[in-house]
Structures are given as C-alpha cells and as structure tokens.
C-alpha cells in the first residue's frame, strides 16, 4: 500500500500517553499517577459519555420537526467548546485541518437550474381563448350587429381622445382617423380570437425523432399592455420531440396569437413555452425573444439602442445545462 502524502495515519485518536496506563510520559513518571493526566482523561471521558448520552434513535416512520444547529441557538459561541454539555458550537466555516476532509465542490456541467414554481401548471385552455381577460369571450362570441357596435364605441373613444390632444376630429387629415384606427385595435389585438387548438389543427404527427428542433428569427409585433405603443422583434422556439412533431408553421402561429394581444415581453415569451410544452408533451422547451420596445424608445429614457432578451426553459432545457447550451449555441448567444 503507498504511503500517505500527508503522513502515515495515526493508530488512535488518543495521544499516546493515554492508550494505555503503563505508558510513560516524557519526564518517565505514569500518567495515572499524576494529576495531570488523570484530569485530562476525566475530562475526556464525560465528554465521551456526554455526546452518547445526548443520541436518540431516530424513527424513520415519523415526520422529522427540523432541529436548530448550534450556531443558530448559540450564535456568541462560535468556534467554542462547551466540556461536559451536549451543545458543541463548532464553526463549520472553519477550514478542515486534514484536507481529506474536504468536501469535494460539485462539478459545473451538472448544476441546473431549479424548476420554476410558475410553470408547473400552465393554465392552457384548449376549449376556450387561452389565458382569456375579461371580455374576450363577448368579443369571440359577439354577432355582426354586436360587431358593429363594438367598432363604433372604439370610434367614440378615439374622437374623445383627439379632442383632448386639442385637435378637431372633423377636419380633413382626421376625419376618417377614428374608424381607422378602431380597425387596426382589433387587428392588432385578434390574438383575443384565437386559441391554440384551432391554429394546431391536428398538424401534430408521430415520428421517432430524438433530436432538437429549432424555428429561429420569427418576427413578432406586440403591443406593450402599459403604454399602448408597438414592441417588435424576433423569438426564437426549440423543443425536443418526445415521438411527436409539430408542423412547423404552428410554431409561428403560436408565437402569433399570442403576441397579438396586450402584452408585455416576459409573459409573451412564457406563454408560447407552455403552449408548446402542452400541445407536444416533448423533453423539453426552449424560447428566446429579442425585441425593441418603443416605449422606452421614443419616451421615457429614449434609448434608441436598447434591446430586451427574455427566455423560457422547460423541461430537460432547464434542468441540463449541456442541452440547454446546445440550444443557445445554435442561435449564437453562448
């Protein structure tokens, strides 16, 4: 056997003059026969006994009630020894004398991400609007004539509007403005109108693939749900197939619906993961958005420059930092 780097290891824990009694002390006297060492094994031995005592058997069976540590009842007495008592208060962040026993450091490749508390039950709602808002339901359900009436309310808004900006809704540059506009809203917002089963349209198929799928640079156009004003830019889907693909426009479709409506860039980014993640049930779902935002563009801060990336991940994207490399790598964001 090859010796030890750090030294040959000790046969006890116990200095050498105390593992047996007829041992002799540097000054050739027994340390049973002086004071010193027969405190020194006293001492030694109620601490023994001490922690002993101190042990219970632990019943499996039963619900564990979490213990205070030492530091946390006795946080004055770190680093310090208490002979005799079953509190011992040792600082953990103290460095180990041997370094054999220290803990080894984890290795990065195998760190993950935890699960996010918010996509563990993705609210998708085949049957109905997918995430709807108050109102969206009248708005999908409403008739022709209703239809009309709901334009001509939108109408009234936007004169209302003009007339407070101190403009003349009548004069000719304006006069059609208000029904225009009206129209574009809710082109804007036919995202309200759609749900997820209708534009999947049973384009899902099976097939023994295993590997990455990625839709890159999908432009989107959305408005910001706080100041009413366009954000635009690309998102990015990928998922891995658990024997069932897509039909690849239904990724642009998705992303689509959903950015059609009142938005902001995080939860826009957020619902087309778990759209995915629903309609596939793959291994798992990567989306990463780019946008520009108008409303810190052309107001507020007026950075010109400034682009936002948001990303969802699900599944084996979120929990492999190796797949979830693979993906990010293909779209040259590593």
Request: hydrophobic content about 35%.
């Amino acid at each position: 056997m090859d010796a030890s780097p750090f030294g040959a290891y000790p046969k006890s824990a116990l200095p050498s003059h105390l593992c047996d009694g007829n041992s002799q002390m540097p000054n050739g006297g027994s340390p049973l026969q002086t004071s010193v060492g027969v405190k020194e094994l006293e001492r030694l031995t109620a601490s023994i006994h001490a922690l002993n005592n101190g042990r219970r058997p632990v019943d499996l069976s039963l619900p564990q009630e979490p213990q205070m540590t030492n530091q946390e009842s006795h946080p004055s007495q770190l680093g310090h020894h208490r002979t005799g008592s079953v509190t011992n208060s040792t600082n953990l962040n103290v460095a180990p004398r041997d370094p054999r026993d220290k803990t080894p450091e984890p290795q990065m490749s195998s760190i993950s991400r935890p699960a996010s508390p918010y996509t563990l039950n993705p609210p998708i709602d085949f049957d109905g609007l997918s995430w709807p808002c108050l109102g969206t339901r009248e708005r999908l359900d409403a008739t022709p004539q209703q239809g009309l009436e709901r334009l001509e309310k939108l109408e009234g808004a936007v004169k209302t509007i003009l007339t407070c900006l101190g403009e003349d809704p009548e004069r000719e540059g304006l006069r059609g403005t208000p029904e225009r506009y009206a129209k574009a809203m809710l082109y804007f917002t036919k995202g309200y109108e759609e749900n997820v089963r209708d534009l999947v349209n049973n384009a899902v198929f099976s097939e023994n693939h295993d590997e990455m799928v990625l839709v890159k640079d999908i432009d989107v156009f959305s408005l910001c749900e706080h100041h009413l004003v366009p954000f635009t830019g690309k998102i990015h889907i990928g998922y891995i197939p658990n024997r069932r693909v897509l039909g690849l426009s239904k990724l642009a479709r998705i992303a689509e619906m959903f950015s059609r409506r009142l938005q902001i860039q995080e939860r826009l980014t957020k619902q087309v993961a778990l759209a995915v993640s629903e309609v596939l049930k793959p291994h798992g779902v990567a989306v990463v958005m780019e946008s520009s935002h108008l409303c810190m563009v052309m107001r507020g801060v007026q950075k010109t420059g400034a682009t936002t990336t948001t990303s969802c991940m699900l599944g084996c994207f979120r929990s492999s930092a190796k797949t979830r490399k693979e993906f990010l790598s293909l779209l040259n964001r590593n």
